[in-house]
């Protein structure tokens, strides 16, 4: 099956300083169709630059990017969902979804934005919060809005840095189950950046450790649990092990 996503030889550096340092060096990686993909690795190793690169949010000095059979160079047809839900707090609800797939080059008529807003509000189950406004939601509410802002534009691939770590773990295993729901019902494709082990082997299909900076993938975890996926489960809690002990011996006291 041909990949949807293929980044390949990704490197980048940047200045700290008047010092040059080498944040990514050949970064490769393939991401399936329906798969969710999981980036982790120690802290400052790069994970986000990664992602921010795959959404041509940032450049990278060498490497390319392919979306199924289309190179990009660069830059792959994506939308991000990040730590903070970044609505617009002027905008309800509504207005924050349609926001995006009026600036889109997609050209979206007015009734196909109306139609994907409503049928996303359902999905995300917000459609009674439709003129709401950010500061009236929770914040597991308005990471909901963030995640059906990103799929409006219908993406083939749905990029997420961090996005429930600002969450208390009720609501962060709410969202986790809402993802696998819509991923489900969307047949979506996701590569997500995470700290925790825990949600890593919740949600994910495959693990990507980075090592310390300069980063290289490290290792790659393949999690074949069924879902709903139980964290007591003994098999569950080894690959949780596995995942953490290779983040941790991939640690170095001198990244940022």
Same mark, same amino acid.
């Given at each position: 099956?041909?990949?949807?996503?293929?980044?390949?030889?990704?490197?980048?550096?940047?200045?700290?300083?008047?010092?040059?340092?080498? %944040?990514?060096?050949?970064?490769?990686?393939?991401?399936?169709?329906?798969?969710?993909?999981?980036?982790?690795?120690?802290? =400052?190793?790069?994970?986000?630059?990664?992602?921010? !690169?795959?959404? =041509?949010?940032?450049?990278?000095?060498? =490497?390319?990017?392919?979306?199924?059979?289309?190179?990009?160079?660069?830059? %792959?047809?994506?939308?991000?969902?990040?730590?903070?839900?970044?609505?617009?707090?002027?905008?309800?609800?509504?207005?924050?979804?349609?926001?995006?797939? *009026?600036?889109?080059?997609?050209?979206?008529?007015?009734?196909?934005? *109306?139609?994907? @807003?409503?049928?996303?509000?359902?999905?995300?189950?917000?459609?009674?919060?439709?003129? @709401?406004? +950010? #500061?009236?939601?929770? =914040?597991?509410?308005?990471?909901?809005?963030?995640?059906?802002?990103?799929?409006?534009?219908?993406?083939?691939?749905?990029?997420?840095?961090?996005?429930?770590? %600002?969450?208390?773990?009720?609501?962060?295993?709410?969202?986790?189950?809402? !993802?696998?729901?819509? *991923?489900?019902?969307?047949?979506?494709? !996701?590569?997500?950046?995470?700290?925790?082990?825990?949600?890593?082997?919740?949600?994910?299909?495959?693990?990507?450790?980075?090592?310390?900076?300069?980063?290289?993938?490290?290792?790659?975890?393949?999690?074949?649990? +069924? #879902?709903?996926?139980?964290?007591?489960? +003994? @098999?569950?809690?080894?690959?949780?092990?596995?995942?953490? *002990?290779?983040?941790?011996?991939?640690?170095?006291?001198?990244?940022?």
């Amino acid at each position: 099956m041909e990949p949807v996503l293929s980044v390949q030889g990704i490197s980048e550096t940047f200045l700290d300083g008047e010092e040059s340092c080498s %944040a990514l060096t050949g970064v490769s990686l393939e991401v399936a169709p329906r798969e969710v993909v999981c980036i982790m690795g120690p802290s =400052g190793c790069g994970k986000s630059t990664l992602l921010r !690169i795959i959404g =041509g949010l940032e450049s990278a000095d060498t =490497g390319t990017i392919r979306m199924g059979s289309d190179t990009t160079g660069g830059v %792959a047809k994506t939308a991000m969902v990040f730590q903070d839900h970044a609505l617009f707090p002027w905008l309800s609800v509504y207005e924050n979804l349609a926001y995006g797939l *009026r600036l889109s080059a997609q050209n979206v008529p007015e009734d196909e934005i *109306r139609k994907r @807003a409503e049928a996303l509000l359902a999905l995300t189950r917000l459609d009674t919060f439709t003129h @709401a406004f +950010p #500061h009236q939601l929770s =914040g597991g509410m308005r990471q909901r809005v963030a995640v059906a802002r990103a799929l409006a534009v219908k993406p083939p691939v749905i990029l997420m840095d961090e996005p429930f770590s %600002a969450l208390d773990p009720f609501t962060r295993r709410e969202l986790e189950d809402e !993802i696998l729901r819509i *991923r489900q019902e969307l047949k979506t494709t !996701i590569l997500f950046v995470s700290h925790n082990p825990e949600e890593a082997v919740y949600l994910a299909d495959r693990i990507v450790v980075l090592s310390q900076r300069p980063a290289v993938i490290a290792d790659t975890i393949t999690v074949t649990l +069924p #879902h709903p996926r139980d964290a007591a489960d +003994p @098999a569950f809690i080894r690959i949780r092990e596995q995942v953490t *002990r290779a983040v941790l011996g991939n640690r170095s006291s001198g990244n940022r």
